[in-house]
Structure formats: C-alpha cells, structure tokens
C-alpha cells in the first residue's frame, strides 16, 4: 500500500511538471510581445542554470571534457526545440503549438530505427500516419493545402525535441545528470543571448508578463520540472511518467483557453485528438528498455 501511495503521489506530481509545461506556453506567447525570443530564451535559461546551481551545488559541477562535449551537443538540439518553438508562438495559438510539439514523441521511435539502421516497426508507421493525419486536421484549414508558418515552425520544433531525446537516450548513462543538464541548459542560455543580443533591442523596461514568464519557466519548468522528474522517477515507470506527460498539451489547450479565449475547431479537435492518440500509442505499445528515451526532457 505504501509503494503505490508512493507511486500515485509521484505520478501527480509529474502531472504538475505537465501543467507547468502546458501552461507556460500561453505565458509564454503574452511575454513575446514585450521581448524578442532570443532575448527571452536567453534570460530564461541563464537563470535556470543558476537556480540549478543554487539546488544542486554539489553534482552541478561534476563534469569533464567529454561532458562538455556530449553536452553542448544535446544543448544544440534543445536550442534549436526552443527557439523554433518560441518563435513559432508569435505565429500560431498555444493550443496547437502544444499538441504539435507532442508530435517528438511520435518522432523518436522512427528515428531510433534510422539510428539504429532498422525498419521501422508497423507501430511506428502508423503512429507516424497518424500523427501525420491529426497534424493536418489541426493545422490546415478546409479548404487548403499549406501548413501555417507558425504550425511549421512548431514542426521543426518537434524534429528538435525528438533528436534531442535520441542523444540524450545515448549519452545520459554516461555521465552525471545534473551536470549534463547544466551544460545543456548554459549552452542554449549563452547562444540565445549572444543572438539576442546583436538581433533583437533590449527591453526599456520589463513588464509584468515578461517577468511572470521568465521566472516561471527558468524556475519551475525548467530546473524544478528536471530535478522532480529525477528524483521521482525511481517511484513509478518511465511508461506510465510518459502517458501522465502525455498531458501537457491538454494542459495547454485549457490554458490557452482559460487565459487567451483560444478556441479549437471540431476539425482542429479531431487534428489533436489524432496526436494524442499517437503519442499514447507510440509510448504504450512499443518494446522500452528500461532507461526509457522518452521520460528525457529539460
């Protein structure tokens, strides 16, 4: 009885890091209109490498050349997750900009197979067919044939993730990992910065949305969210972690609605029920070994 108290109070606790994820991008888009994207991702994650430092002083810095390395690798695919993502939000609604990131969960086992030089399993197919269905229902309204700019970006965003997953899936054994993560996390604060800083202006002053989306998202969506989901890990299975995160675009679907008065179509309904659905099959019919690839996010 104490083991599933245990497990069940883990796995509500994981569904709050996939509300924070959720919610945030709605926080997210309103700062976009006080601050560049470069800019903010560079504040954002500057301050969670600190805060990671603050909360785990002693693993933080157990690193080497070679962590630095695998790192600064894994740093590029988040960068590039991050900043299409971001950017992606001033072109599209939170809601679809969730359940299109949702897509990297889908994308991984297809890209493991190319990794690994294999088919891809029939299950893998047909999530991706799926995934793909639900991307143009949500996507592209009746009537045409062209993804939105902003959808598009989100998409590029997803390949990021899933790449992302992949490596970490391949290099996070191997070294200590909150460490790691710092690396990741400086890696993308110092290059949105430095971009930020020769493309976009400064703010004259930052409002309170700017403020409330920095401090939520390089605190707890980014060093909480990965320093919970390392210790609560060892309470549950990395496939049931992956269905409650599955979540997070839910989360962000009623968030853009409560706070934005963003509201799906029955068509863009269908769209991200068909991800969802992707996503839920991808992670709970498939063969996992058990350092699951798809618990890994920063």
Known sequence: MNSDFKRTEAELMMMLVALIWGVTLVLIKNALADIGPFLFLGIRFILAFLFLVLFSFKNIFRYNDTTLAAGSLLGFFLFIGYVFQTVGLQFTTSSNAGFITGVSVVLVPIMMAVKKRQLPSWLTTFTVILAAVGLFLLSVPAGKI???????????????????????????????????TGVQILFVGIL???????????PDHFTLNAITAIIVT??????MAFLLQNYLQKFSTPTRFAVVLTSEPVFAALAAYLWAGELLSQRAY?????????????????????????????
């Open 146 to 180: 062209s993804l939105s700019y902003g959808d598009f970006l989100i998409l590029i965003c997803a390949f990021g993730f899933a790449l992302h997953i992949v490596f970490v899936d391949h290099y996070s054994h191997r070294h200590n990992p909150v460490a790691i």
């Open 192 to 202: 949105c910065m430095i971009t930020g800083l020769l493309s976009e202006p400064w």
């Open 270 to 298: 269908t769209g991200a029920g068909l991800i969802l659905l992707a996503m839920l099959l991808s992670i709970l019919l498939r063969k996992k070994p058990a350092n699951d690839p798809l618990m890994s996010r920063v």
């Open 218 to 223: 390089s605190l707890f969506a980014t060093s």
